[in-house]
């Protein structure tokens, strides 16, 4: 078993706090990395546990100001920046198309692609400024497959991909590697707050015939962020259970 595959590594995860964000603080962790842990709910004070090599940091990643200030952090708490994991998200009001309420549209695009736009514009400098390395944008399942009732999280994880893409092939030669990961329904808050009959919908779909754990998305992350995925940039990997293969 590899081990210490983030050694000397300083990493940026977003939404730390709870759910995805906060499995990858906790495998960045272990496997050597030192990370800042952010969010805006003040939970991600709960990971203070895990020692030295986690710095928790209340941010709120649709403000430009405060992405800055968490990035910085660190760089003046550990020298550089290798890793940025732009995983913060909320899954936004239901509503068909035509009756969405243009606040909540906002909302959910500035959250969900907005807050991954300026981590990466603000984030890049500073990973070339390291000798570059690996962003890793947590997009969904929803940026290939309709979900009815979900256009501004479908648009918003969709075009995250498309950012991810763009990104890759502008860095690539500088050294930094982009790629997105597109998980299925994950056991989350977000998932639990979903209506029973999307959940058993969802379920049903799924040739595994159940949802995903934190862990399996923060393993993604893990590998993404380690020299073993050296030559893997600019692409999408989905972690649904086949749920899209079908």
């Given at each position: ?31 050597g ?30 403000e ?142 799924n ?40």
């Amino acid at each position: 078993m590899i081990t210490g595959r983030l050694e000397g590594k300083v990493a940026v995860v977003t939404g730390a706090g709870c759910g995805i964000g906060r499995a990858i603080v906790e495998c960045f962790v272990a496997e050597g990395a030192r990370v800042v842990a952010a969010d805006v709910s003040g939970k991600q004070n709960e990971l203070a546990e895990l020692g030295a090599n986690c710095l928790p940091f209340q941010a709120d990643v649709c403000e430009s100001t405060q992405v800055q200030a968490m990035l910085a952090a660190a760089v003046s708490r550990f020298g550089a920046l290798h890793v940025l994991c732009n995983n913060a998200g909320i899954e936004g009001h239901m509503a068909l198309t035509g009756d969405y309420p243009e606040e909540e549209w906002d909302c959910v695009l500035s959250v969900n692609l907005r807050a991954v736009f300026l981590g990466m514009r603000h984030g890049i400098p500073l990973i070339l400024d390291s000798g570059g390395g690996s962003i890793i944008n947590i997009s969904s399942m929803a940026a290939n497959v309709a979900f009815p009732k979900m256009s501004a999280y479908c648009a918003a994880k969709g075009a995250v991909k498309q950012l991810t893409k763009t990104a890759a092939v502008e860095y690539a030669a500088q050294g930094i590697r982009a790629n997105a990961i597109l998980p299925g329904t994950v056991r989350t808050s977000m998932a639990e707050s979903l209506p029973p009959e999307y959940m058993k919908a969802i379920i049903d779909a799924n040739p595994v015939k159940r949802i995903a754990e934190p862990s399996e998305i923060a393993s993604l992350a893990l590998f993404l962020a380690s020299d073993e995925a050296s030559f893997i940039t600019g692409t999408e990997v989905t972690v649904d259970g086949g749920y899209t293969a079908v």
